[in-house]
Every structure is written in C-alpha cells, then in structure tokens.
C-alpha cells in the first residue's frame, strides 16, 4: 500500500451530536450521569503534591535516577494532572467556571509550561468541530504531517516534541482569542512556580519536572493516547476510539473517548456508567486495549502517519466545487 500524502476526506459534520441523540432517546436516563465531581480537586491537590515531593527528594540525586523517576513516575502523575485540566475546561470540577479555571491553573504548577487556560479555549472548539483545521488544534498541520512523514525515527521524534508542535496549533485558530487576562494570570503563576523551585530546588528538580511533562504526553506508553483517540487505526469511518485497559485506573478513565465525546458533560468518574448503559452502540465499534502496543503500532506501521486522520471543511458542510476538493489537502498549512 502506497503512503498516504493526504488526510482523509469527509463531506459530513463531526460524528458524535448523531450518536448522542440516538442513545438519550434510547436511554434517557444517562442525564443523571450528567454533573461535576468536586472530588477531582483533591485529585489535583494530592498530584501536585507527589510531583513537588519528587522534585525535592531529587533535587541532589544523580541524572539517571531523575530520568528514570520521570518516565516511570512522573510521566503518570503529570498525565493525570493533564486530565484535571481537561475536566476544569469541561467545568466540570465546580459550578463556578472561575473555580474551575483556578483549578486548572493549579493543576498546571508542575508541568513547568503554562497551558491549561488556552487549553480551556480551544479544546471546546475540537468537540463541536472536529476535524475543522482552522477549528480544532487537535488536527496536525499538513506541514506537520509531511515532515514527519511515515518513518519510526519521525513518528518519534514528533512523539518526543509533541508539546512543541501542540504548541503551534492554536495560533491558527480562528474565533479564539488567545490572550486574555486569565491567559496572563496562568503565565504569571506558571513563571513563578518554576521560578521558586530553580531558585530552592535547583536545575536538577527543573529538568525532572521538564521531562515528566515531555514523557506524559509524549515518547512513553501514555502517549499513544493522542493516537488512540483520534487516529484512523479502525478503518477510515470510525474516527474515535476508546481505550479500554488498566491504565484508566491512573487515567481517571481518560480511554473512554467515544463516551466522553459522545457526553463531554460527564465527568470521568461516570464514564464507564455510558458504556454499561449503552453498550451496544460501543461494543460494535473498534476500541484499544494496549497503549504500548499501540505505541510500537504506531512507530513501525508505515501504513499509519500523521495523515492518518480525518479533516472536514468548516462546519463539516458539503464542498462546494471540485477546485475546493483538490484544495483540501492544503487546508491546514495554508493557515500558517
């Protein structure tokens, strides 16, 4: 099979409003499962503390011990504290959206890389436009896509930069605005974070925390999540996917993408209650089980790149003429 040079194509709307009507008129009683947990906070509080921990007690330890503490420890604290994040831009921490936001700031401290209230701002736009490029900062830049190419060592590399190129997304989003005064209140509180723990901490606890946050969402296990929820792993017709192994104990159910995006007004607690209530709308759609496995999967399948995702037009609207379609490929690096 040839590589593929573009993303895949759909005329249709993102696909998960349809389902999500289909199993409330069904099973309506899956809006009880709708609400917040507080309880995420104390999640927030007790990662925070266990990652600061860390950064004291290696603050004098020898390099390998800091490497290997990242990516057997750390990686898994800070991906938790990625998904605390996630929830307070659901608002679904508090009732307060200003308590939520906080919350996510707070979450943020340890992944030395102020982020959370942008994250706030656009991912919103990645559930009611998926798969929009100018839209939706989850799709790769087709630039992005054709440096990267089908190679492992390029698939790893962009594994192992994936905040660097997380990063260059948002700025071609439209109808976002991304400074604003909460934008500086989370850089701010960021920069003196990691400005306490260099001064009383040292480079040592700088780099531990750095590679935590690099590991978690990147060139470790936990980083096939990005290619789990969204890649064309099942096909061209099933553009998300679930996860359904161990690790969503430490996950907070993060694998349950499809029920997430299907009732992003559930929190992950209740996750698993839309697959056991509704099972025969997920037991037929294909789903993961192993992130590592999908993690060597995805370095040394050269049948799966970055490319390996479906793009849309704005709104998912039908194209209008055949010079748009032949266009399409384009669509995301001429937003550069």
Known sequence: MPKKTEFNWSDESEPHKKRTK??????????????????????????????????????????????????????????TLFICIHEASHNLIFKNRVLNTLSGILANL???????????????????????????????????????????????????????FQAARPFRLKEINLLD????????????????????????????????????????PLGARWVQEHYLTHGDEQETKSYYGVLNIVNLNVGYHNEHHDFPSIPWNKLPQIKKIANEHYETLGYHT???????????????????????????????NDIAKVQKTDLISEEV
Not at 113 to 126: A, D, L, M, T
Not at 198 to 216: E, Q, R
């Open 22 to 79: 289909t199993i409330i008129t069904q099973h309506p009683d899956i809006r009880e499962l709708i609400g917040r947990n507080p309880y995420t906070f104390l999640v927030i509080l007790l990662c925070v503390g266990i990652q600061t921990g860390l950064a004291i007690w290696l603050q004098n330890s020898s390099w390998w011990m800091i490497f290997l503490a990242a990516y057997c420890i750390g990686a898994f604290v800070s991906h």
């Open 290 to 320: 192993s992130y590592t496995g999908l993690l060597f999967r995805f370095l040394f399948d050269r049948d799966l790149s970055l490319f390996s995702r479906t793009l849309r037009s704005n709104r998912g609207g039908k194209l209008k």
């Open 181 to 220: 005064a909460w934008t500086a209140v989370n850089w701010i509180v960021e920069i003196a974070f990691v400005g306490a723990v260099a001064y009383f901490l040292g480079i040592k606890a700088i780099v531990f925390l750095t590679l935590s946050f690099f590991f978690s969402v990147g060139l470790h």
């Open 110 to 164: 340890p992944q030395m890389f102020p982020s959370s209230v942008s994250f706030q701002k656009y991912h919103i736009k990645h559930h009611s436009f998926q798969g929009v490029a100018e839209l939706d900062a989850d799709m790769p830049y087709g630039w992005e896509a054709r440096m990267i190419n089908n190679k492992w060592y390029g698939k790893a590399l962009w594994l192992l930069l994936f905040p660097l």
